[in-house]
């Protein structure tokens, strides 16, 4: 029974954990799930994110985000993404990040601008299964369809995206910033501004084309306004944290409370059930 109790607590601790948050939800529309210790959790404006979190939108919603570097992030409707891995390493008066994020189906709008009095952005890589996008300062569009084709459209900046999955000693050489391997450079193709391309099993060297007329539409209509927002979100940052912290507080005592509910209500259950089979070895 303690073992039991004691084991509750523990994923207490871990679904409202005591790490450090990496991001914060800003902003939600419909409905999304973040998968965490293999349990859903129903998110929440404010709610925390934490490395290795992995977020599910469903039909007609989305999710946006602001990490802790200052940049943001949209999750479009029918999305499933993983946030694997967000380093921070102090370094020169600064936190130097390297962040991985990988998307199995749908769409997100980045936009990779940090907070640069305090943090530098040494590297950010987003997997999916056709392809990796290695950006610094950019806006973008990344969206893996059911084929598991990706289109990559750039709105500011560019971004290099990487034929196949690269392994982590590939990735790693990435972070390095060695691009002139003769091997990564063969499977590199850069995405300018105002530019798109899809990555695809069946194609080898992507095609870069001007941005279609529907994406053009979408920058005007989502993009634009998601960017107009994301400024505001970093501009009250502080606010969202402690709007964030008071979120993570209010949970903890909340799980907390049912546990010891829970607790009381089995231990009630468990005694009654003990004299009635002492009163029938009586009888």
Not at 33 to 57: C, F, G, Q, S
Request: hydrophobic letters at 35%; proline letters at 2%.
């Amino acid at each position: 029974m303690k073992n039991i109790y004691f084991i509750l607590l523990f994923l207490v601790s871990f679904l409202y954990s005591d790490q450090n948050p990496i991001a914060v939800i800003t902003r939600l529309k419909g409905k999304a799930v973040i998968i965490r210790l293999d349990k859903k959790l129903e998110v929440e404006k404010y709610m925390p994110v934490y490395v290795e979190d992995k977020l599910k939108t469903f039909s007609s919603s989305f999710v946006e985000l602001l990490f802790e570097n200052g940049i943001s992030l949209r999750v479009e409707e029918n999305c499933n993404l993983d946030f694997k891995k967000i380093d921070f390493k102090f370094s020169e008066g600064k936190k130097k990040t390297k962040m991985m994020l990988e998307i199995f189906q749908g769409a997100s709008i980045v936009d990779v601008e940090v907070f640069k009095e305090k943090y530098q952005l040494d590297s950010l890589h987003i997997i999916t299964p056709t392809m990796v996008a290695s950006v610094r300062g950019t806006v973008f569009y990344i969206n893996v369809k059911d084929d598991y084709s990706t289109n990559v459209a750039v709105f500011e900046g560019e971004v290099e995206g990487y034929i196949d999955k690269l392994d982590v000693e590939e990735l790693l050489k990435l972070d390095e910033e060695e691009y002139e391997m003769e091997e990564l450079k063969r499977k590199r193709i850069v995405i300018p501004e105002r530019k798109q391309t899809t990555f695809s099993y069946d194609v080898t060297t992507p095609a870069v084309i001007d941005l279609t007329f529907n994406m053009l539409e979408y920058k005007r209509t989502v993009v634009d306004d998601f960017l107009k927002c994301t400024k505001e979100y970093r501009e009250n940052f502080e606010k969202f944290k402690k709007q964030r912290d008071e979120w993570i507080r209010k949970h903890k005592e909340k799980f907390k409370k049912e546990i010891f509910e829970k607790k009381k209500k089995f231990m009630d259950e468990f005694e009654i059930e003990e004299k009635e089979f002492k009163n029938r070895r009586k009888k």
